[in-house]
Each structure stands twice: as structure tokens, then as C-alpha cells.
């Protein structure tokens, strides 16, 4: 019997339960590529918060957005 390769990344035999499943929070900016992740969530079936944001008149990211990724 070999032992297992210490470079190989761990394999999980635990699952979640739909109980326990973290809560993601996705900051949505409107006009941006965030729908991608959306749809990632949903394929996933993970259990996620929108938090939405918008652009100002003139097109850049509130300044709220700033607190989150500065």
C-alpha cells in the first residue's frame, strides 16, 4: 500500500447540508459582468444575498462600493 501524495490537494468527504450551506453575499454593480456569477450561484445551488449598487450619472461605482473593495 502507497501512502498518499502530500502535494495532492485534500479530498472532502464531508457535504453540506441545504441547512448549513453558507450565505454568499454578491455585490451587484448594474453594467457590470457580475450576472456570470449569478448564473455560477445558481448552477451551484448555493445560497447567496444581491446587495445592489449603482453607477452614478456620470458612470463610476458609488462610493459605497469603495468601503467594500477599496
Not at 495532492?8 to 451587484?28: C, F, G, M, R
Not at 450561484?41 to 461605482?61: C, M, Q
Request: glycine share 2%; charged share 20%.
Amino acid at each position: 500500500m502507497t501512502s498518499p501524495n502530500p502535494q495532492a490537494p485534500p479530498q472532502s468527504t464531508s457535504t453540506l447540508s441545504p441547512s448549513n450551506k453558507p450565505e454568499i453575499p454578491l455585490y451587484w454593480l448594474n453594467d457590470y459582468r457580475v450576472q456570470r456569477v449569478v448564473w455560477l450561484l445558481e448552477e451551484l445551488d448555493l445560497t447567496y444575498t444581491v446587495r445592489p449598487f449603482h453607477r452614478t450619472p456620470s458612470g463610476l461605482a458609488p462610493r459605497e462600493l469603495g468601503k467594500v473593495y477599496p
